[in-house]
């Protein structure tokens, strides 16, 4: 509980506002409901005033965990947007989720939490798409993209770069497996290839194989184009679920552009190699941000994110592919 209490100080301090924290405790059998409310205060700057926010811890138990929600409800604060941050996995057919959901402008999840991230990332996307819920959601996991994403756009911006990269016909996404689930893709590479696939109009064809060494391939097209995407596990243990690389090869390997991790995981690295001619690009400094500051980030935030969505359904349309792999 103190590392919560930390952590909720640093995002306060960024967005003061009310802060409701529901504890529910689905195994005891003994009903509870108590109530606890504090102040959170802090200095404005050197004006010496403050700025106070309150917080009102609830706690559930037992079969009251179920109705909580109702409890919850007086205490928002009209006309001021109502995030929820669920910070557990997200079962999307369980009732308090989806009250609590109902009663929030944005859900906050973390995708990287996922402990069955194929079944998990499938019933996401089953919700988002799903006409009469219109929920707004933010994933902190997706926020650890952001510099992958605008590293790999940033190909597009060299006009010298373009007319191959209209002919990509092979994608590696490179990653460490997930150390909840080991066996299975990590969120991070299925959203970034279906990030990749929304952008460029990749549509996903036929079952994915899985090859030697845990390469699992699919075939997508592009018009008339057929282009094969390889996501790469790399045993090295270090890295749970993290990316460290992604390749995107044209013209039957005459041309390839890369995005790396390097050095030690704390920078990224962009380089293209056309023909024999090869090029360090742009270097970007990879910090690890606390979860403090990847929440007060989607806190910023309140429309839909309609490019998160189509990568989620892109994604989803990957593991589809994935049940009914053959070993070659």
Not at 284 to 292: H, I, P, Q, T
Request: aromatic share 6%; proline share 5%; with cysteine.
């Amino acid at each position: 509980r103190a590392e919560l209490d930390q952590m909720l100080n640093q995002v306060s301090e960024r967005h003061p506002g009310r802060i409701l924290i529901l504890v529910a405790d689905r195994e005891t059998k003994e009903p509870k409901l108590e109530a606890y409310v504090s102040t959170r205060c802090r200095l404005l700057g050197a004006s010496s005033k403050q700025i106070c926010g309150e917080q009102v811890t609830i706690e559930a138990g037992g079969p009251i965990v179920e109705t909580v929600a109702t409890a919850v409800a007086p205490l928002l604060v009209p006309d001021v947007p109502v995030y929820l941050w669920w910070n557990d996995i997200p079962h999307y057919e369980d009732k308090l989720f989806d009250r609590m959901a109902y009663m929030a402008d944005r859900i906050v999840i973390d995708s990287a939490a996922f402990d069955h991230p194929h079944d998990d990332l499938l019933r996401l996307a089953k919700m988002l798409g799903d006409p009469s819920r219109l929920l707004r959601v933010s994933d902190l996991n997706w926020g650890r993209l952001t510099s992958w994403r605008t590293l790999l756009a940033s190909f597009w911006d060299v006009p010298d770069y373009r007319p191959l990269l209209h002919e990509i016909d092979r994608v590696e996404v490179s990653y460490d497996p997930p150390d909840a689930a080991p066996d299975e893709i990590a969120p991070k590479a299925l959203l970034l290839a279906g990030w990749l696939s929304s952008r460029l109009g990749w549509e996903v064809v036929g079952k994915g194989v899985r090859g030697n060494g845990g390469v699992i391939e699919c075939d997508l097209t592009s018009g008339d184009r057929v282009l094969t995407l390889s996501l790469i596990r790399e045993e090295n243990g270090q890295n749970d679920s993290m990316i460290s690389s992604v390749a995107l090869s044209a013209k039957k390997g005459k041309a390839d552009f890369y995005v790396a991790l390097r050095a030690g995981g704390t920078k990224l690295q962009t380089e293209a190699r056309i023909g024999t001619q090869r090029s360090v690009g742009r270097v970007l400094g990879y910090e690890m941000r606390s979860a403090a500051d990847r929440l007060s980030r989607e806190l910023a935030f309140l429309s839909r994110d309609s490019v998160y969505e189509e990568a989620v359904t892109r994604a989803a349309q990957l593991v589809e592919a994935i049940p009914n792999l053959k070993k070659i």
